[in-house]
């Protein structure tokens, strides 16, 4: 994925294709690795295109990690709970 600047609270993602439903979700840096989720969007089966994300503009941090998760529960809103840290 090509950088992608945060314009206006929203990152617009150009391309992205899912396997069946699913979530595009930004995490903000935390050392290296991906931290809070600062915005999600949901995604359809298939191509997607020039899908906005809005962002926490307050979580915003110089680089952000951007992952498609799976919809195991369409409908319910995005309820992935990254794992807890040891």
């Given at each position: 994925?090509?950088?992608q600047p945060v314009i206006g609270g929203t990152i617009t993602v150009e391309r992205v294709i899912s396997n069946g439903p699913?979530?595009?979700v930004?995490?903000?840096d935390e050392g290296g690795s991906p931290g809070l989720i600062i915005g999600s969007a949901p995604l359809v089966?298939?191509?997607n295109e020039q899908v906005p994300v809005s962002v926490r503009e307050s979580?915003?941090?110089p680089q952000l990690f951007i992952?498609?998760?799976e919809d195991t529960?369409?409908?319910a809103g995005l309820l992935f709970r990254?794992?807890?840290r040891k």
């Open positions: 994925m090509l950088d699913g979530w595009l930004v995490y903000q089966d298939g191509l979580g915003v941090t992952f498609l998760h529960e369409p409908g990254p794992p807890t």
